[in-house]
């Protein structure tokens, strides 16, 4: 069990547009690359693409600084923002070294540097990765304590995450060296083919890693956002779903909870398959008080949780409804609204996403339970992928070639 502590939070940037929640949002992620995509609701994780790929980073409460906390490598002189739209495939890649082309970039170095012990963590020794192995591309994703990177681990795609230990707060650094054994410990643990694989992890000094598989086909929100919206074949919308029930129905069977499961979560690959990512704000299911309740994004965030009330493993399935309504319609949860409009309307007048006309009933009956506002009511993952496999047999023998057609002139309804 992780001891969550207090939350430390702040503006960084001055996005000046009236809405707190949103300036926030605007100035703590930063684009990498005139190529990227990104998301900007989320207070707990950031996600971008670059060149297609695709892998979550969480930077949760606990590590995100104020305007006065800058820490000391992310302010090095020599660590620019990357203004260039370079693909890693464009870099030359050496062992045990960082690329020509990231010089620069203090994080990197500062993993690579010899000088210095590479430490794995205690009782997960296994795991603790070469560097030797280690080839490191180019960034395409930063938040406020941490980067992104492609790069290749024996010869393989892999994502790498660093993180920054902040140098002048050690209660920060303390909650940040949890959250990264939290992360390393689940994706240890998690052995699932709808659960991105982890590869290994290591501290340095001043940082601490992670590295992952690389999702090509990055994130299922990206995905739809490149169909601008159109509705997937169902027969896909379906197989999706049921890869990411059978992976929460394994997580919620070994006691944990992610709490940030969405869209920008679920990864890509190359058999169109789909593995949840970003363990780094998932916690064991213990007594509920005392959870942090901000972590997540609202548009997929259930009730009790945006209240601050005591949560369960139902939060997840709750997200889930969401992503399932995401899956078979193509767009954006409650697209006209602001993050914190959705959250409002979510607890104070009952909104939900409006299910298609032409929606099978199994599906349309999946996702009113998910979402229900009582968490008692929604079904545990292990009823959801039975179902799912109900509704992939109907598909199949009765509406083959069904899409659905999402003529939606609203974007809810009011349960």
């Known amino acids: ?62 590590s995100v600084g104020s305007n006065d906390s800058h820490t000391h490598i992310l302010n090095h002189p020599g660590l620019r923002p990357v203004h260039n739209n370079n693909s890693v495939g464009h870099s030359v890649l050496r062992p045990g070294r960082v ?9 990197a170095q500062a993993l690579m540097d010899n000088r210095f012990p590479t430490e794995g963590l205690q009782n997960f020794d296994e795991w603790t990765i070469d560097l030797r192995k280690l080839n490191m591309g180019m960034a395409f994703a930063q938040g406020a304590f941490g980067k992104l990177y492609k790069g290749t681990y024996n010869g393989e795609d892999v994502a790498i995450k660093i993180l920054e230990r902040p140098e002048n707060s050690p209660e920060k650094a303390q909650l940040m060296e949890q959250q990264f054994q939290q992360e390393v410990m689940m994706l240890a643990t998690l052995k699932h083919p709808n659960i991105v694989r982890f590869i290994g992890g290591c501290r340095k000094p001043m940082v601490w890693c992670i ?23 169902l027969k896909l ?18 006691g944990f909870i992610h709490r940030d499961l969405k869209s920008d979560n679920l990864l890509i690959f190359g058999d169109k398959s789909i593995k ?12 509920t008080e005392g959870m942090t309740p901000e972590t997540g994004t609202y548009r997929w965030m259930a009730p ?34 602001t993050a914190v409009q959705a959250a409002f309307a979510v607890v104070n007048k009952g909104v939900r996403p409006i299910i298609p006309n032409d929606c099978l009933p199994v599906l349309n009956e999946i996702m009113t339970r998910c979402w229900d506002a009582n968490p008692e009511v929604r079904p545990p993952f ?22 659905f057609r999402c003529c939606i002139t609203q974007p809810m309804t009011v349960d």
């Not at 919308?237 to 990411?244: F, G, I, S």
């Open 382 to 403: 292990s009823e959801i992928v039975r179902m799912l496999e109900h509704a992939e047999t109907e598909v199949m023998s009765t509406v083959r070639k069904a899409r």
């Open 237 to 254: 919308a379906v197989k999706q779903a049921l890869d990411v029930a059978r992976g929460m129905a394994y997580v919620h069977g070994l």
């Open 1 to 62: 069990m992780m001891v969550e502590g207090p939350k430390f939070t702040g503006i960084i940037g001055n996005a000046n547009n009236g809405n707190n929640f949103y300036d926030f949002t605007q100035g703590f992620y930063q684009k990498l690359g005139e190529g990227s995509n990104m998301s900007i609701d989320s207070m707990g994780s950031l996600q971008t693409s670059n060149g297609g790929g695709s892998i979550s980073m969480s930077v949760d409460n606990s």
């Open 276 to 287: 949840i990512a970003d363990f780094g704000v998932a916690r064991i299911e213990v007594q």
């Open 304 to 337: 009790e949780m945006i209240q601050h009330r005591p949560y369960t493993q139902k939060v997840d399935v709750y997200s889930f409804g969401i992503v399932l309504w995401e899956l078979i319609t193509g767009m954006l949860p409650f697209q006209n609204m």
């Open 99 to 107: 690329s020509h082309a990231l010089s620069d970039d203090a994080l």
């Open 211 to 233: 590295v992952t598989e690389y999702a090509k086909g990055g994130s299922v929100r990206q995905f739809l956002q490149r169909r601008q919206n159109r509705s997937v074949p």
